[in-house]
């Protein structure tokens, strides 16, 4: 099955920047999509950024356009997520994910999952 590591997360200042990454191997779909999912205490799974397969359409949610950036190269089982002006609001449990069935947005429809990594901000 494929597998995915995240790496990166910590604790910043508000205003200050992170970028994590995604290693994936395994499996005969690493290079599908990727993409970044978000969930902070008490709260639903939520989008963040999403790459299709090679390279050439990147989406984001609104709330981090303009601050976050996705980008990698499948060929290389990586991806990066670099987040800058970070707030916090921001903080919560970052994971990646692979290989969407349907809509990019839809947690339910990403088929792999790395096991998170943290991002706190403080004010």
């Known amino acids: 099955q494929v597998q995915l590591a995240e790496s990166g997360g910590g604790l910043v200042k508000a205003g200050g920047s992170l970028r994590l990454s995604c290693v994936v191997s395994?499996?005969?779909?690493?290079?599908?999509?990727k993409g970044w999912f978000r969930q902070a205490p008490g709260k639903e799974l939520e989008f963040v950024a999403a790459i299709s397969s090679n390279g050439a359409s990147k989406y984001y949610e609104d709330s981090v356009k303009g601050r976050f950036t996705i980008s990698g190269d499948s060929a290389q089982n990586i991806v990066y997520l670099q987040m800058n002006g970070l707030q916090p609001e921001d903080t919560a449990l970052y994971y990646c994910?692979?290989?969407?069935?349907?809509?990019?947005?839809?947690?339910?429809?990403?088929?792999?999952w790395g096991q998170g990594t943290q991002v706190t901000v403080s004010s």
């Open positions: 395994g499996g005969p779909f690493k290079s599908q999509p």
């Open positions: 994910a692979a290989d969407p069935e349907g809509s990019y947005r839809a947690a339910s429809d990403w088929h792999f």
